[in-house]
């Protein structure tokens, strides 16, 4: 890069374009190289934070989330939050973000214990900057309660259903009922329902959020039709049982 310097070019404009360039082009690794010559060249000390430096590790991870590579976001978001941790201190907004960000990219592999831990550090760290009832510190909350349903264990589990139970009660009481984040949390407090194995309560509330987000959103909105799927799903698994006992 410092020949582009010599013929006068600036060289962090020409890194910048070049990453920019590869990530257009699904160049995820080239990207990364653009953007980490335009670093160094910045020369930022080792304990002060570069915003732009982080920007970019956290656009590549965001990327290949959107691209359906959470494999591939896992490395970028890893050594973003290795980043913040040096340079930021425990309670800062960006560190939070980041360590949402690499959770959900974990969730995405399945990877459900990995991601607890982050999940509850951003919580305790969101907790710290803003109020119980602020929206990302429920939207955090409902997927932090969906991630530890999902590993099935009985301790996960029953603090899943208590989890999820706050987050409901908090949207209902500052969001109110038919809000789309709301509707979410009554269905991913039936998703652990059903892990809990409450098959009723789980069916009650999947049709809970189908009627209202039907309601709010229409019956082709692609998450209502995921609510009525689960609804059909269980209503299925109970009409095969009772077959299968009639078949006894």
């Known amino acids: 890069?410092?020949?582009?310097?010599?013929?006068?070019?600036?060289?962090?404009?020409c890194c910048n374009e070049l990453a920019f360039h590869a990530l257009r082009a699904d160049y995820y690794h080239d990207a990364y190289k653009g953007w980490y010559a335009a670093f160094c060249n910045r020369n930022t000390p080792p304990d002060v934070h570069d915003d732009d430096w982080y920007d970019a590790l956290a656009l590549i991870?965001?990327?290949?989330q959107l691209?359906?590579?959470?494999?591939k976001a896992t490395r970028y978001l890893k050594e973003a939050l290795a980043y913040t941790e040096k340079t930021l201190s425990h309670n800062n907004k960006r560190l939070s973000e980041t360590l949402v960000r690499f959770a959900?990219?974990?969730?995405?592999?399945?990877?459900?214990?990995?991601?607890?831990?982050?999940?509850?550090?951003?919580?305790?760290s969101y907790r710290?900057?803003?109020p119980e009832e602020h929206e990302e510190v429920m939207q955090i909350s409902n997927e932090f309660a969906y991630s530890l349903a999902c590993q099935g264990t009985s301790r996960a589990v029953q603090e899943a259903e208590r989890v999820a139970r706050q987050t409901l009660e908090a949207r209902e009481r500052f969001l109110g009922r038919l809000q789309q984040a709301t509707v979410e949390s009554v269905w991913?407090?039936?998703f652990v329902m059903e892990k809990a194995g409450k098959r009723g309560d789980a069916r009650r509330l999947y049709e809970k959020a189908y009627r209202e987000g039907c309601t709010l959103l229409g019956q082709q909105h692609v998450d209502v039709r995921d609510y009525k799927a689960d609804r059909d799903r269980i209503d299925k698994e109970e009409d095969d049982e009772v077959v299968q006992y009639l078949l006894l």
Do not use: N
């Open 128 to 130: 710290e900057i803003f």
């Open 67 to 71: 691209d359906t590579r959470p494999e």
């Open 61 to 64: 991870g965001l990327s290949l």
């Open 104 to 124: 959900r990219a974990l969730v995405a592999q399945h990877k459900y214990e990995e991601a607890e831990p982050l999940f509850r550090r951003a919580l305790a």
């Open 188 to 190: 991913t407090l039936g």
């Open 1 to 13: 890069m410092s020949a582009f310097g010599a013929l006068g070019f600036d060289v962090q404009s």
